[in-house]
Nanobody, 124 residues
Framework: VQLQASGGGLVQAGGSLRLSCTASGSGRIFSSAGMGWFRQAPGKEREFVAA????????YYSDSVKGRFAISRDGGRNTVVLQMNSLKAEDTAVYYCARTSKGYTTLPTEYEYWGQGTLVTVSS
């Protein structure tokens, strides 16, 4: 399984970015799986941002992004999207997409597959 993330870049505070992550190499994603986004800022641990259950589409968010970010999936394209609005300087980080067989979890250790990361820089 390979996860390819894209869409990062430089944006001013208050702006928006859209991250995409496409899974390949294993056929369709099973409905019991889940996809998540994490981020890691310099000198900090990797933290949970958002997740979605592949089968039901139920969404989960960290408190720090709730109301500003939206996660969605396109089953036909094996793609998960993170729409980020009202970006703040503290959102600056490398963003990673990941896949878990557990449906939903916030623990990085429970995700089996990871993308390469895409850098998001928010200037204040």
């Amino acid at each position: 399984v390979q996860l390819q993330a894209s869409g990062g870049g430089l944006v001013q505070a208050g702006g928006s970015l859209r991250l995409s992550c496409t899974a390949s190499g294993s056929g369709r994603i099973f409905s019991s799986a889940g996809m998540g986004w994490f981020r890691q800022a310099p000198g900090k641990e990797r933290e949970f941002v958002a997740a979605i259950r592949w089968g039901t589409g139920r969404e989960y968010y960290s408190d720090s992004v709730k109301g500003r970010f939206a996660i969605s999936r396109d089953g036909g394209r094996n793609t998960v999207v993170l729409q980020m609005n009202s970006l703040k300087a503290e959102d600056t980080a490398v963003y990673y997409c990941a896949r878990t067989s557990k449906g939903y979890t916030t623990l990085p250790t429970e995700y089996e597959y990871w993308g390469q990361g895409t850098l998001v820089t928010v200037s204040s």
